[in-house]
């Protein structure tokens, strides 16, 4: 089962050492698997069933695309509105965003 890429923009308090550990805790008790921690990001994943627990909605799949004329095609993913910020991380979070599928340039 393909996972659900998540992005999580910090606030900029939380934009430290402690903050980026706090809001990796929060994410892991929720039953997200953090992949990546930047200077003000975060990047999760979980199955379409977590993200549906967690957040309410279930993102959309996108279908593999083949390569084009254009470009390299596409490996898939998933598609949502931002997702709410769960009442855990509100201190923490400013956003959390499904990560849009990545298309491969020529």
């Given at each position: 089962?393909a996972?659900?890429?998540l992005?999580?923009?910090?606030?900029?308090?939380?934009?430290?050492?402690?903050?980026?550990?706090?809001?990796?805790?929060?994410?892991?008790?929720?039953?997200?698997?953090?992949?990546?921690?930047?200077?003000?990001?975060?990047?999760?994943?979980?199955?379409?069933?977590?993200?549906?627990?967690?957040?309410?909605?279930?993102?959309?799949?996108?279908?593999?695309?083949?390569?084009?004329?254009?470009?390299?095609?596409?490996?898939?993913?998933?598609?949502?509105?931002?997702?709410?910020?769960?009442?855990?991380?509100?201190?923490?979070?400013?956003?959390?965003?499904?990560?849009?599928?990545?298309?491969?340039?020529?």
């Open positions: 089962m996972r659900v890429k992005q999580v923009l910090l606030r900029p308090p939380a934009r430290s050492a402690p903050g980026r550990a706090a809001a990796r805790a929060g994410l892991t008790a929720l039953g997200l698997r953090v992949t990546g921690v930047g200077a003000s990001t975060l990047s999760a994943e979980g199955t379409p069933a977590e993200v549906e627990r967690v957040f309410g909605t279930c993102p959309v799949p996108v279908p593999p695309r083949p390569p084009s004329a254009r470009d390299f095609g596409s490996p898939g993913g998933h598609q949502a509105t931002d997702l709410p910020v769960p009442a855990s991380l509100c201190e923490l979070v400013e956003g959390i965003s499904v990560a849009a599928p990545a298309i491969r340039l020529r």
